[in-house]
């Protein structure tokens, strides 16, 4: 059956207005974050919190909006903004090694010359478990003195973002072995989210106070790419190649990166599928590419169960299992946003366009 369509929340004010919007509108999902995630073995609930404390003195010196901002969350939601806190630190809630990354992502960039009409183009599957994708929604965030900002996630956690500046934000997670106390991803995440330039949102990525990274893929309505391959303290800026493409999955490309691969059982999976993104990216005829085009590509099922558009309930897997839980596809030169909820061969397809 076709999924129902991601529902748009428009919240705006301060931060802590807004996040107060965003509490009251997704609070049980809110609420209930903390008491379903997995504490590590040998660790207690609270010297879970007390390790999650020493994220946030880092933090509150670096983004006292932020605090000011999930603490409106809490009001909204009826939670306690300590335990939320603890929620946003993804650092702290892996098992060592093995099976670290639970959201397993494909991102796609075209840019001329392999576009048509010279478009600037992303293309994105988000893959979680079937549970996320329950929980979705859009955001426009209009926060006082930034930019407008739509993003996508649960009202807590923010998978993918745009920027009216003519900033796309979107990426993969990965799993670096020299993760530390500092500013956590998810949370660099949001402050990129509000950068008002392409430099400045790629300096708040390479930020040196990170606890860890994601994978970020930054691209700009004039063509400028940066695929920020990061660790805590190390990253590599790859750009698009001489055809204009550029893929990206779930571990570390780059050679001098690899020293930081924290799971490496997983690779060859994320492996099977950058592979296929970049052969169906290759196999584009210049100047062909076009956001439908990169649909279908997200569409593609060749190599399944490692597989772009992933469906784990076809092959046997566990209904916890990485499955697509959404997508999406931005022309940037134009602004305009089209995703779905669910897989991108079978969902409702929603634009958003910035003014």
């Known amino acids: 059956m076709t999924p129902p369509e991601i529902p748009l929340l428009r919240v705006g004010g301060s931060h802590r207005e807004a996040g107060r919007q965003v509490g009251a509108a997704c609070a049980e999902t809110i609420r209930s974050a903390f008491d379903e995630a997995k504490i590590p073995c040998g660790r207690t609930r609270e010297e879970q919190l007390a390790l999650a404390d020493r994220y946030r003195e880092v933090t509150a010196a670096a983004y006292p909006w932020y605090l000011e901002e999930l603490e409106g969350i809490a009001e909204g939601a009826g939670a306690d903004p300590r335990e939320l806190f603890a929620c946003m630190i993804e650092e702290i809630w892996y098992e060592p090694y093995g099976s670290r990354v639970q959201g397993r992502c494909t991102d796609l960039v075209a840019v001329p010359p392999a576009t048509a009409e010279g478009k600037v183009l992303v293309a994105h599957n988000n893959d979680m478990p079937r549970s996320y994708q329950e929980q979705l929604v859009a955001i ?29 934000f979107t990426g993969n997670e990965l799993a670096p072995l020299d993760e530390r106390i500092g500013i956590p991803r998810e949370i660099q995440f949001r402050s990129m989210l509000r950068q008002p330039t392409f430099e400045e949102a790629l300096r708040e ?13 930054i691209v700009a309505r004039d063509g400028r790419v940066a695929n920020v391959e990061g660790s805590a303290t190390d990253a590599e800026i790859l750009r698009p190649d001489e055809r204009g493409t550029l893929a990206h999955t779930n571990h570390y490309v780059c050679e001098r990166m690899q020293r930081y691969e924290g799971d490496p059982s997983y690779v060859p999976h994320s492996s099977a599928r ?9 196999a584009a005829a210049p100047g062909s590419i076009t956001a439908e ?12 169960p490692d597989c772009l558009c992933r469906h784990p309930e076809r ?15 931005a022309d940037v030169t134009e602004m305009v946003v089209t995703f779905g909820r669910g897989n991108p061969c079978d969902s409702i397809a929603q634009t958003y366009a910035f003014g």
């Open 315 to 329: 092959w046997g897997e566990t209904p916890m299992g990485s499955a697509t839980a959404f997508w999406c596809v």
């Open 140 to 168: 426009e965030w209009g926060i006082e003195g930034e930019p407008f900002v739509l993003t996508i996630g649960n009202g807590l956690w923010i998978s993918v973002g745009w920027s009216s500046v003519g900033l796309s």
């Open 293 to 304: 085009r990169l649909r279908e590509m997200l569409s593609d099922h060749e190599g399944a």
């Open 205 to 217: 990525a390479l930020r040196p106070d990170r606890a860890s990274s994601y994978n970020h893929v």
């Open 274 to 282: 950058y592979r296929r993104a970049r052969e169906l990216l290759a």
